[in-house]
């Protein structure tokens, strides 16, 4: 059986939240990071299917990138992943398993995280290298679903729920093991005014601080 080199590990996360920010421009890109910074977020995600989403990428990175992880979603290609490379951005997302992503991403030292749904594309997914597993739609899986599937990866495998999951869904998606989050649409819709953006983000971090066990 073929060996893949592993990506990059996850950085140590005080909190494990990702921001999804679909349909980002590049104009609100530094002000909508900042305010995510500040309110407590260490991961910004801007996928591919955003207008001009190297350019936000790139200045979210300038902006941010020492001390939050950036990078893309929507992420289908190996240059692709060569792409959000060069615009600074150190986290790979995708909606799925593909080779040539994880690959890539663990050869240029990034951070991968595809997404699941089955065991087969879990194993799949962890086989080619991925630092940790995208539950996607979360919301159709389920907590138990995904608790179920927990119980055959290896230890330690780090898993995140996305895909319709909001702060009322947190306590559930904890008991099942999951300790990443991503937050789309019930944390930013493009058009959004940065006081409802703060408000919401300012909600989420709240919700994940009341965890048992407190943090990831």
Excluded: C
Excluded at 57 to 62: D, M, R, T, Y
Excluded at 126 to 148: C, D, E, M, Q, T
């Amino acid at each position: 059986m073929q060996e893949f080199s592993s990506s990059a590990p996850f950085p140590s996360f005080k909190r494990g939240l990702v921001a999804i920010l679909r349909g980002l421009t590049p104009d609100e890109a530094e002000p909508i990071g900042t305010i995510l910074a500040e309110a407590g977020f260490e991961a910004i995600e801007v996928p591919l299917n955003s207008p001009q989403p190297l350019r936000s990428v790139e200045i979210l990175a300038k902006a941010w990138g020492d001390r939050l992880l950036i990078g893309a979603g929507t992420v289908l290609s190996a240059s692709a992943v060569a792409d959000v490379a060069a615009a600074g951005g150190r986290l790979i997302v995708s909606p799925n398993v593909e080779a040539e992503v994880l690959v890539e991403a663990a050869r240029r030292g990034l951070v991968s995280m595809p997404g699941v749904f089955t065991p087969t594309e879990a194993l799949a997914a962890l086989r080619y290298g991925a630092s940790g597993l995208k539950f996607f739609p979360a919301n159709v899986l389920g907590a138990a679903g995904l608790g179920a599937i927990r119980a055959i990866l290896p230890p330690g495998t780090l898993t995140g729920a996305v895909g319709g999951v909001a702060e009322p869904d947190f306590p559930a998606f904890w008991q099942a093991g999951v300790r990443i989050f991503g937050l789309g649409t019930s944390l930013y819709r493009p058009g959004d005014h940065p006081d409802e953006v703060a408000k919401r983000a300012r909600r989420v971090i709240a919700a994940y601080d009341a965890l048992p066990a407190g943090r990831s």
